[in-house]
């Protein structure tokens, strides 16, 4: 092993023990990239530049632009009290179902994600909405936010998707093909999540705490006019979201501006919305952005950090020579990301790996459309795993609640993770879960 | 360990106070920055579907403004302790071994202020060169925006985090009351 | 014999023949001349696909050092690279990449002030220049006249907006990778784009229909090398590496032939059809422009670089090349 391939190799371990004592992530990243640069090439001045040009150019893209924006709409549709409208409705129509709550939660969650494209989006908006009622309703608090991470990544396998989109740049198939390809494959995975939660609710029923459900359906029913009077302006904004994207109005990255407008007309609407609210709305959206996007930019740095020590190609060389087969580097390649997906975030793992593995796996005879679906899945489990787990680290930081620590997101989307790992396997031996549509 | 605002036991000093005003400030730019970006892209797509007259280079501005908005925001979000951590297994050690954990928790914070410091100061060399060849986004003929005014943000932003942080750091190095 | 590491970054992946070529000429090339003594070899690290730095980015990334050699897109740096995006500023030129990429490059051999653009960066020219294939409209409707365009809504990247104003179509600012989206949910009616980039993301599936308006084929990029690194090399080594960019231009031009047919075949086969715009429609288009070269060349002058030196050394040199430009954007 070369100098360099050590210190690649070295600093993900610095890193993890950086996160591990406590070290914010963002600072373990651009720290250990520091360091190793400084090592490799002897030469501090080198790692400052690194450091600079990331701070630079890593988030400046139109697509972070949905970030603060998502968040905007997230967080105004809260105010406005639509997001505990939806949950009322939700728990009238599974209330008599133990564990009911987190099924609609998975539902919301597979509609929000046909509206917007970035899972991120979806783990803030209802880290503010169904976290807060599932406590109030005695569910476990590990359970609620495990439940929000997990199905948040639907916002990205579902089409419109961010993380498609870079797919299907990167390796020339049409956008339009992956985004149909995800339809069933999100469907299942939401399908999935939901029988896992009554599975759960029956089987380790301490897992989900001690929900009301019962004692709810003793609860005065809302009456249809009620239910029209919640639903109509979460109707309204999917529909104009939806509406715009499908009517050829604007693109699902213009969704998020839009979708904030709209909620915030919404809850000036309902009078539930003040000067000093609407304020407050916006420095939090600020905390939650810088919070996000200098994640994104120490990733960069690490990542790049990583691409200078020469360590991701030196795996896809051994992988190469190591005469696999299909299935082995299908294997191998999942694995690998899943690791990775402990340490990177989405969009760098997938610059890295998918040119290293789409070429081989073309040679002997796979589907790009399959590979990406493949890919895209097992990137976001790695949204729901540990030390950086974006997904997690979301929910973490729209939630403003001390007693619910980032180890108890990551237990709680555990079983989440699993059931995700599980789909995946069904989708790599039945490529027609993904190819049925356009095949 | 970090304090939120709420639990700060040190009594404000003058350099607290100072930062704290201008974190706010900054934010607040932010703040109206974003809520700039969200009526802009409405209006651009409004008058794209009316009247077919879209805004120039909107997408330009976007990915410009983000790097700007989130460097204003940051000192705020750190001194809201909103910088996202895991720190399940310091919070042990630290009831465990208390002095450990002051150790750990002032170097921590030294490490935050020196990466930070390393940004400003890398930071500088990119501001000058957008400043003397005036860098920009856009088209020629069509509309430009500068690139300079982004790279000072964060020149001023990653320093502030920097104090933020060098302030953590001398609060968590006195011994407990 | 002694060792040198050199890592090299390009923002694009290796799907793209101007990154593929780095891998499968550029690099064999430079170490089988310098296999020839055996003096000196490389140990490469390659950086591609946004590893080391994004698309953009690449100039930074050897100009500060952190990679010794990039394939270095000069389109995507307006700023850092004015004059050698003078094929992008001055639109409807040649229509042969070949012609564009040897015509910067002599002047940049003429005009001491681009070649500086390079040492400004703290970077040296290794040569292996290349230009896209000549830029053409895909659009949802035909197009016959220029009427057509009245009206609609053309995606189009960074200096391009300026090649449909005043046509009476509206530009809007976009990139390669938004093109099939934007014009799916109807964001766009059209967008300007090379064969070579539309074939494979299958833009005819949604705008069908091809016209021939050949805005021109821009010098896009080459292969640049960080200046300090460079002059602490042995001659040896620098000339392998000027021999290897000479070599992966060649290699890159070829791929580009091999590739527009097949892209034809691709765009046919996604249900597009290919038609070409009438010369008399198409010297209406150029007419409707407004000077933007001459604003460009205008605004570079006031920096003190030469901008209109560089402006009417390009036109006359496609003049002397027999390339009859339909506008004379220097005189008038
Ligand atoms: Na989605
Ligand atoms: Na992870």
Redesign the pocket.
């Known amino acids: 092993m070369s100098f360099e391939l050590a210190v690649g190799l070295g600093s993900v371990f610095v890193m993890i023990g950086f996160i591990w004592m406590g070290l914010h992530v963002a600072v373990a990243l651009a720290a250990t990239s520091f360091l190793g640069v400084w090592v490799m090439k002897g030469n501090a001045d080198i790692s400052a530049k690194l450091i600079g040009l990331a701070a630079k150019d890593s988030i400046s893209s139109y697509v972070f632009g949905v970030i603060p924006l998502f968040v905007l709409m997230g967080l105004f549709v809260e105010r406005a009290g639509i997001g505990r409208d939806a949950f009322d409705v939700g728990e009238q129509a599974f209330r008599k179902i133990r564990g009911g709550l987190g099924v609609a939660t998975v539902g919301a969650n597979a509609i929000f994600a046909a509206i917007t494209g970035v899972s991120i989006a979806s783990a803030a908006v209802f880290t503010k909405v169904a976290v807060p009622q599932m406590i109030d309703r005695g569910y476990n608090p590990r359970f609620a936010v495990g439940v929000v991470a997990g199905s948040s990544v639907l916002g990205m396998l579902i089409p419109p998707s961010l993380l498609l989109i870079i797919y299907g740049i990167l390796v020339e198939v049409s956008i339009g093909d992956l985004f149909i390809a995800g339809v069933i494959p999100g469907l299942l995975l939401a399908v999935c999540y939901a029988v896992g939660i009554l599975v759960m609710a029956r089987v380790t029923p301490g897992f989900l705490g001690n929900p009301k459900e019962g004692a709810a359906a003793e609860a005065p029913r809302l009456s249809w006019l009620d239910i029209a009077r919640k639903m109509a302006p979460v109707v309204v904004l999917i529909g104009a979201v939806f509406g715009g994207i499908y009517g050829g109005v604007f693109t699902p990255t213009e969704a998020g501006a839009v979708g904030a407008l709209g909620a915030l007309l919404v809850a000036l609407l309902r009078r539930t919305l003040d000067l000093k609210s609407f304020w407050r709305i916006l420095v939090e959206t600020g905390h939650v952005t810088a919070s996000i996007c200098i994640l994104f930019v120490a990733a960069t740095m690490y990542s790049r950090m990583l691409a200078l020590s020469g360590f991701p190609n030196a795996m896809g060389d051994w992988l190469t020579a190591a005469e696999f087969g299909f299935y082995g580097i299908i294997i191998a390649y999942v694995l690998i990301v899943l690791v990775l ?3 990177l975030d989405s969009t760098s793992i997938m610059l890295i790996m998918v040119p290293l593995f789409a070429p081989p796996l073309l040679a002997l005879g796979a589907d790009l459309v399959w590979f990406g679906i493949v890919t895209i899945i097992a990137v976001e489990i ?9 997904s997690a680290f979301v929910v973490k930081a729209n939630l403003q609640d001390d007693r619910i620590g980032l180890k108890d997101i990551f237990l709680g989307a555990a079983p989440f993770a699993l059931i995700m790992a599980i789909c995946l396997i069904a989708i790599i031996a039945f490529p027609w879960l993904s190819l049925g549509l356009i095949r | 360990m970090n304090h939120t605002t709420a639990d700060r036991w040190t009594p404000l000093t003058g350099v607290d106070r100072a930062i704290g005003l201008v974190s706010a400030l900054l934010a607040s730019l932010g703040a109206i920055w974003t809520l700039g970006l969200m009526v802009l892209i409405n209006l651009d797509v409004l008058l794209r579907w009316t009247i077919s007259a879209p805004l120039p280079a909107v997408p330009e501005f976007v990915a410009l403004s983000i790097t700007g908005i989130v460097f204003l925001q940051l000192a705020n979000a750190l001194r809201a302790d909103r910088f996202i951590k895991s720190d399940a297994l310091a919070v042990l050690i630290a009831r465990r071994f208390p002095r450990f954990g002051r150790l750990t928790s002032v170097l921590f914070n030294g490490i935050g202020a020196a990466l930070f410091f390393c940004i400003a100061w890398a930071t500088v060399p990119i501001f000058e060169k957008a400043w003397r060849q005036g860098t920009f986004v856009g088209a020629i003929g069509d509309i430009t925006f500068p690139v300079w005014p982004i790279n000072l943000l964060v020149i001023v932003g990653a320093s502030l985090v920097a104090l933020e942080y060098l302030l953590h750091a001398a609060r968590d190095g006195r011994p407990a009351p | 014999a002694d060792e040198i590491d050199v890592t090299i970054v390009a923002g694009h992946p290796p799907i793209f023949i101007w990154v593929k070529n780095l891998t499968e000429t550029f690099i064999p090339t430079v170490d089988a001349e310098l296999a020839k003594t055996g003096n000196h070899s490389i140990d490469w690290n390659e950086a591609y696909g946004g590893a080391l730095a994004k698309v953009g980015g690449e100039s930074d990334a050897v100009g500060t050092g952190l990679a010794e050699i990039a394939y270095n897109p000069t389109l995507f740096n307006p700023s850092l690279y004015p004059m050698q995006n003078i094929a992008y500023v001055a639109p409807f030129n040649s229509k042969n990449p070949r012609l564009t990429t040897e015509i910067v490059e002599r002047l940049q051999d003429q005009i001491p002030a681009m070649k500086a653009a390079w040492e400004e960066q703290n970077q040296v020219y290794l040569g292996g220049g290349f230009a896209i294939d000549s830029y053409q409209i895909f659009t949802t409707f035909p197009i016959s006249t220029l009427a057509d365009l009245e009206g609609r809504k053309i995606c189009a990247p960074g200096p391009a907006v300026n090649w449909v104003k005043g046509t009476g179509a509206v530009p809007v600012s976009s990139s390669l990778t938004e093109y099939y989206n934007s014009i799916q949910t109807g964001v766009c009616d059209g967008a300007i784009n090379f064969a070579t980039a539309a074939a494979p993301g299958g833009l005819a599936e949604v705008a069908p229909n091809m016209t021939i308006v050949d805005f021109g084929a821009p010098y896009a990029a080459a292969l640049s090398a960080n200046l300090d690194w460079y002059e602490g090399l042995p001659e040896e080594v620098q000339a392998a590496l000027h021999a290897g960019a000479a070599a992966y231009s060649d290699a890159v031009f070829a791929d580009q032939d091999a590739l527009i047919n097949a892209a034809y075949e691709k765009i046919r086969a996604d249900g597009g059809t290919v038609s070409e715009l009438s010369a008399e429609e198409r010297a209406a288009w150029v007419n409707a422009l407004p000077n933007v070269p001459k604003e460009w060349a205008a605004e570079q002058d006031a920096k003190g670089l030469p901008g209109s030196e560089v402006l009417a050394g390009f036109m006359q040199a496609l003049r002397d090349a027999g390339q009859e430009p339909p506008r004379d954007w220097d005189r008038e």
Not at chain 1, 383 to 390: C, E, K, R, W
């Open positions: 997906g402990s340490i790695g949204l729901l795993t540990p030390p950086l787990g974006i």
